[in-house]
């Protein structure tokens, strides 16, 4: 059965740092669609980026690019966002996401769509204050 577990959401002040991690389990795939996804009260849940496992193209969202930073460590099945320079606009529940079937590399060419991505974490809180 597949799993992903995140963490290391918190509370921070705008302007500050977190780093998420996935870790996931329960597949031998080698290479995969991963993403994270947030959502906002009251909004839909957006795509803020994905990579194709074992390759190095990866996507962000226009409101994360510069502050945001993807990256994968195979050797512990776990993906990562780093977080820097947050914004009160940040604030959401961020999901890790999967997707073992194949599509390649429009993984990342592409805004991922959640619909897409049938295995999901159970999601790790981020606020940023102002």
């Known amino acids: 059965q597949v799993q992903l577990v995140e963490s290391g959401g918190g509370s921070v002040q705008a302007g500050g740092s977190l780093r998420l991690s996935c870790v996931h389990s329960?597949?031998?795939?080698?290479?995969?669609?991963m993403g994270w996804f947030r959502q906002a009260p009251g909004k839909e849940r957006e795509g803020v980026a994905a990579?194709?496992?074992?390759?190095?193209?990866?996507y962000y969202a226009d409101s994360v690019k510069g502050r945001f930073t993807l990256s994968q460590d195979d050797a512990h099945n776990a993906l990562y966002l780093q977080m820097s320079n947050l914004k009160p606009e940040d604030t959401a529940m961020y999901y890790c996401?999967?997707?073992?079937?194949?599509?390649?590399?429009?993984?990342?060419?592409?805004?991922?769509?959640?619909?897409?991505?049938?295995?999901w974490g159970q999601g790790t809180q981020v606020t940023v204050s102002s």
């Open positions: 990579t194709w496992i074992g390759d190095v193209g990866i």
């Open positions: 329960g597949h031998r795939h080698r290479n995969y669609c």
């Open positions: 996401a999967a997707d073992l079937g194949y599509s390649g590399s429009s993984c990342y060419r592409s805004t991922p769509l959640s619909a897409n991505f049938p295995y």
